[in-house]
């Protein structure tokens, strides 16, 4: 079964239309009828077996390396052992996938993201992705999907192995018109702010204007990587999501300016966390510098190794950061690339051969528990990097 989570903090507004226009279809118009006897209706053992593994089977993609960073193939179901919250689990279905033979099993979504990188990082991903293109004749081994994200809304590539196609479209996307920074001595004309339209008369940046823009990209950076992941449920196979970049602004450093703008991170961290892990569904982020991280934080909060947050209390905007939703979901994390057709190869190469790991997870005391994972593998010297932990259910 597919998660459609929607967070009730980042996403608020699309909420708020939706409880808005339920009486026209009659949802909430009509009082229950509390005279009509309740008709139960029988389900089969078969059938109770498939409703509880839909919510409760487990599906990781497992990642096995050596020492080089290079595919582990080979492996059978006995050499691997699953820890849900530190307790052993059954492997319930296992299986390898040698991405060189079952090429339809995965294909490659590369994100230009002209919501953050608005100025030469565009020009920067395409002179690499130029680059790596080049390095090479014939199709390409796995299709690549571009996607040109802005606030406005993603627009997408065909998925194509031709070499040709993809530089094509890659200039065609570079040429289009991106976000305006927010640190900008004054928005230039035509920017966004909270839907209005910003004037370069205005007489310049405020605090709290500043922190408007950074949190109106960060909500639009979120809600463009859950439209990625919702378009993959359907699609079959893996997919491997590259987001380059320096990721989406943190506004911690705002203050009390924010304080009124933050959402429930803890509901888009569960959703994010469910829905890339169901639609198979692997982040990779790549920054030619540092990661988007608050200037005036004492400790660094965007570390690729941050802990993953259990409680409440506990997600902070750090929790969010794309390095860290990248970890968290068992991607690649690379930040002061000289080079990014490298980093690309990298990413592409775990798609050689991975593997599919299941189990079923015990029912939660209540919604949306936190479980952490630890797989292990009986291999000398491999590296293993899956999800590092999921929210059951009751």
């Known amino acids: 079964m597919r998660s459609h989570r929607f967070s009730a903090g980042v996403l608020c507004i699309l909420l708020f239309a939706a409880v808005s226009n339920q009486n026209a279809f009659g949802v909430w ?24 593994e839909a919510e409760h089977r487990i599906s990781l993609i497992v990642q096995v390396t050596d020492s080089s960073g290079k595919p582990v193939p080979g492996l059978k179901a006995e050499d691997f052992s699953v820890l849900d919250n530190q307790k052993p689990q059954k492997v319930a279905r296992f299986r390898e996938v040698d991405g060189k033979t079952f090429t339809a099993d995965v294909h ?55 070499r040709s196609v993809i530089t094509k479209q890659l200039a065609e996307f570079a040429r289009l018109p991106r976000e305006a920074a927010c640190d900008q001595a004054h928005f230039t004309e035509g920017s966004r702010m909270d839907g209005q339209v910003m004037s370069s008369q205005s007489p310049g940046n405020s ?20 439209k990625l992941v919702g378009e ?20 911690a450093e705002f203050g009390t300016h924010v304080v009124n703008k933050r959402g429930n991170y803890r509901d888009v961290l569960v959703e994010l966390n ?83 790991v299941s189990f079923d997870s015990t029912p939660a005391a209540a919604a949306d528990e936190f479980h952490s994972i630890d797989v292990k593998v009986d291999r000398p010297g491999v590296n293993v990097r899956t999800d590092s932990s999921y929210y059951a259910q009751p």
């Open 207 to 226: 605090a709290e204007e500043r922190a408007d823009c950074m949190n109106m990209h960060f909500t639009e950076s979120l809600n463009a990587l859950r």
């Open 232 to 251: 993959q449920e359907n699609t079959r196979g893996r997919a491997i999501l590259i987001w380059p970049g320096r990721g989406w602004p943190m506004v």
């Open 29 to 52: 118009a009509q009082s229950p009828d509390t005279t009509s006897p309740i008709q139960l209706i029988p389900r089969t053992k078969a059938e109770r077996e498939q409703n509880y």
């Open 108 to 162: 490659v979504v590369v994100v230009l993201d002209a919501i953050n990188d608005g100025g030469s990082g565009i020009g920067h991903l395409k002179k690499d992705l130029d680059r790596y293109l080049s390095q090479g004749h014939g199709p390409l081994q796995f299709p690549i999907t571009l996607v040109f994200a802005t606030g406005a809304g993603e627009t997408e590539s065909q998925p194509s192995t031709d």
């Open 274 to 356: 469910t829905n890339l892990r169901e639609a198979q569904v692997t982040l990779d982020a790549v920054s030619w510098g540092d990661f988007e991280t608050p200037r005036n934080v004492l400790k660094p909060v965007m570390s690729v190794t941050v802990s993953v947050p259990i409680t409440p209390d506990e997600v902070t905007e750090e929790a969010m950061a794309l390095p860290a939703l990248a970890r968290q979901d068992g991607g690649l994390v690379f930040s002061k690339v000289k080079n990014l057709a490298n980093a690309m190869a990298a990413c592409l190469e775990e798609a050689s051969d991975f593997y599919v």
